[in-house]
């Protein structure tokens, strides 16, 4: 029966050799975005704003260095976001939380 759903009682059963995905929204505004890096170099991440002050920013792992804040220029405005933690870790990203400041020229 290989690629087949049985029938079980009127309803379709999944094979037993199917995975299943579940997804999750992190942010209905996500904005790819680069830092300033404290290395004088640049980040790609993924701006995820959250409630007013905060923010998570997704980047690859190895790119944010603990402790570490970020810069960017977004909309002609200066942001400083200072950490407050890891969120989450995978094999190719990690999601940290920041406080997000607006700098006044």
């Known amino acids: 029966m290989a690629g087949r759903r049985?029938?079980?009682?009127?309803?379709?059963?999944?094979?037993?050799?199917?995975?299943?995905?579940?997804?999750?929204?992190?942010?209905?505004?996500?904005?790819v975005s680069h830092f300033a890096l404290r290395n004088n170099g640049e980040a790609q991440g993924l701006l995820l704003p959250a409630v007013s002050g905060e923010a998570s920013i997704a980047l690859r792992v190895g790119v944010y260095a603990q402790g570490e804040n970020l810069e960017a220029t977004i909309s002609g405005r200066q942001h400083v976001y200072l950490p407050q933690g890891i969120v989450e870790r995978g094999e190719d990203y990690e999601i940290v939380r920041f406080k997000e400041m607006v700098r006044e020229s």
């Open 6 to 31: 049985a029938r079980l009682d009127g309803r379709h059963c999944a094979p037993r050799e199917e995975t299943r995905v579940g997804v999750e929204t992190l942010s209905r505004t996500p904005a």
